[in-house]
């Protein structure tokens, strides 16, 4: 199979190890609060946390060697679950109606109904599980390196493969890493990775169709109820459609960074993270402004999400380090 020339060895949560690991030795516990930004929580140099999922005040963060963290006051404290469910690393992870599910290495993924007492799904592949999120009803998708799609039904507890004709949409047949995934709550399923390939399916993924495509990567997806969508990737990629995918455009982002996690709002608030790169928006993309703190430059950033859609809202983000922060908006 030829490789597609897209920085395959840049490869986001989870596939991206050792790149994260060589960025940052820095002790986090070292670095202050540096104004808006703030940090709630570290560990020691070489822990890294690779994802996050926030519903309420309740929040969970996964990383390296089986970590989990977890907050019950909007982000504002995090512990750490005492007894690790693996030791693999795991490297996605949502959190729906109490529910989590988690993938990692190896295919790996668990599932938990109280997001404390995790059980081992049976595996059907052992490719890397670089997303996972799940609908209001239970159905959930999990993409990850070399094409692997699949699909649950019952909030994680068994998966079935999903098969895609990628001749369809990559240059000689490659399976590209897929890195994002968003399932709605009406069952539509889009996904983001490799080429800057946007795909979605609205069968339950019996069938797929083309969305975006490019040569870059893309990271993280954010999809919005008022029909906006956030991609980031690449090269300081960001793109954005107003109308569910049908048209896209690339927003000046500022920088060359790659981007790997991405968090929007309806009203125009937005956040971008990434290799040592912290971005806010509050016109909906229109502009980026860059976060200059120490904590921002210092750290490489895996994930971003929100708690508060109100007044006095902050984002939280993970990343090297074990390091959680708080971001003002």
Known sequence: MNKPK?????????LRLSLCSALTFVSVSALAEAGETKLVSG??????LYALSLEGAN??????????METADSGFTWKKQAKPATELGLVSVVRRQGHCIAGGQSGLILTSSDCKTWLVAPPVSKARMLSVNVNANGVAFAVGGFGAVQKSTDWGKSWQPISIDWKVFTPDGAEPHLYDVNVSDAGEIT???????????????ATWVALHKGSRSLFSLKVLDNGEIYAVGQEGLILKSADMGKVWVEQSSGTKSVLTGVW???NGQAM??????ILASSDGGKSWRMNTSKLAKALSHQAVAAVDGGKGQFAVLVGSGGAILNVRQ
């Open 6 to 14: 897209t920085l395959r060895w840049v490869l986001a949560r989870g």
């Open 43 to 48: 560990g020691i140099p070489h822990d890294i």
């Open 59 to 68: 929040g969970i963060a996964v990383g390296d060697y089986g970590l989990v």
């Open 191 to 205: 996904m983001i990775g490799e080429f800057e390939l946007i795909l979605r399916s609205k069968d339950g993924g």
């Open 264 to 266: 929007a709002a309806p």
């Open 272 to 277: 971008v993270c990434g290799i040592y790169t």
